[in-house]
């Protein structure tokens, strides 16, 4: 009898080919995070940041492979197709020492809750981001108009895009936001190579007095290319997913162009301002010009876009493990699909369950970036609403209580 083959028993909907994996991963590590990275070369130095830069992509990836190779071996063992990040941790922790086994269940809701959180702070990051971009257009062409307002209508038109569940669905969004954020990216190098001063004018290696500051470049590195739930995500909903990993699969193959992006623009930038290097390089950047508005509206776009392929790690989190719910057709293509060519309406109570939650997280990100100590709060609040009015029918009352956000948007203390 041939050995079992979790690749070739795991059943996945809506598939992602290589292709699609390839552009999907891209967006999820290429984001605000590279405009930081002139930043951390200024605080390390040129020979420090590109170390830097190296060292920490690669363990990531790195350590990436060898989590995807366990959890491969933990259904192969359980002889399933597919064990989640969740799922792998309380098999190894039950399997191993004896001293481990009261932290089996635990370790699971570990990662799940640090997921949850990283990537539910990188969408309220995100948000504010393509608001202040946005708001400087608005504020050089028409006028001054309050930060808090641009995160409110933001918050609001991203609410279509993360009711899709599938990430099959953000494909065509993660391609179009890819070359948004890498035509924005090259636009930015035209200014790099304006008066570039001689690079003996920038440190090699930063002084002894100021490597206090090297933990700082540590972040930012970390910052820009960390995504470990979305990299997760993608691999579990891929057509062909023994093409991920390996020295030539599609992690490796993005992996090499994101180190060459991030050196190549952290250093470039700044070997161009220096100590003038701005926590965002599109500070550095003069607000008048034409050229730079572009830049920054494209940057916006494409953040705009990657909303809704980084909320869905905390969202599938939220769904598969915390509240362990199975929904069939949750979000709006499949609901036209079922209505078009069955000639019926979809499961419409299993539809309202799952989107007053997903209308609640983007509200809640909303409402951290305009009130964070509100933020939370609010989020637990709406959770508990929704779970009432899911099993109650008061879908419309957990839909009702989303708007509270948009209404401390406008009206909140600054």
């Avoid at 020492?97 to 997921?115: A, E, N, Q, T």
């Avoid at 960390?226 to 579990?236: D, H, K, P, T, Y």
């Avoid at 079922?338 to 109570?349: D, M, V």
Wanted: with cysteine; net charge positive.
């Amino acid at each position: 009898m041939s050995e079992f083959n979790p690749y070739d028993n795991r059943v996945v909907e809506h598939p992602l080919t290589n292709f699609d994996a390839f552009f999907s991963l891209l967006k999820c590590i290429i984001g605000t995070g590279i405009l930081a990275m002139p930043l951390a070369y200024m605080y390390s130095g040129i020979l420090g940041g590109t170390i830097l830069s190296v060292l920490c992509i690669a363990l990531l990836i790195y350590g990436i492979q060898l989590l995807i190779m366990c959890m491969v071996e933990a259904s192969r063992r359980n002889k399933v197709g597919y064990m989640t990040y969740h799922e792998t941790m309380v098999y190894a922790f039950s399997e191993g020492p004896k001293y481990c086994h009261w932290f089996s269940k635990g370790s699971g809701y570990m990662v799940d809750i640090i997921l949850a959180l990283s990537h539910y702070g990188v969408n309220v990051v995100y948000l504010v981001f393509a608001a202040a971009n946005l708001k400087q257009f608005i504020d050089e062409h028409f006028g001054k108009v309050d930060v808090r307002i641009m995160i409110a209508i933001i918050g609001i038109c991203l609410i279509p895009l993360f009711l899709l569940r599938q990430l099959k669905y953000l494909v065509p969004g993660n391609i179009l936001a890819s070359f948004l954020i890498l035509g924005g990216l090259l636009a930015i190098f035209w200014y790099f190579f304006r008066g570039l001063p001689a690079i003996s004018d920038r440190n090699v290696v930063v002084d002894p007095s100021e490597w206090s500051r090297i933990p700082f470049a540590l972040g930012i590195v970390l910052f820009a290319t960390s995504s470990v739930g979305v990299m997760l995500a993608i691999e579990s909903k891929m057509a062909k997913p023994a093409d991920y990993i390996g020295w030539f699969g599609i992690l490796n193959l993005a992996t090499i162009f994101i180190i060459f992006l991030n050196v190549t623009f952290g250093l470039i930038g700044y070997w161009r301002y220096g100590s003038n290097t701005e926590p965002s390089v599109t500070l550095n950047i003069p607000v008048e010009d034409a050229l730079a508005q572009i830049i920054k509206l494209s940057i916006a776009a494409a953040i705009f876009l990657t909303y809704p392929l980084s909320g869905y790690v905390t969202i599938n989190i939220i769904m598969t493990h915390i509240l362990k719910r199975e929904v069939k057709h949750p979000h709006m293509i499949d609901s036209f699909k079922l209505q078009l060519q069955e000639g019926r309406t979809p499961p419409t109570a299993q539809c309202l369950r799952v989107r007053p939650l997903r209308v609640s997280t983007v509200m809640s990100t909303l409402a951290l970036a305009v009130i964070p100590s509100l933020g939370g709060s609010l989020w637990v609040t709406w959770l508990r609403v929704w779970h009432v009015a899911s099993g109650s029918g008061g879908n419309l009352l957990a839909t009702a209580a989303t708007c509270l956000p948009v209404c401390l948007a406008v009206v909140g203390p600054t």
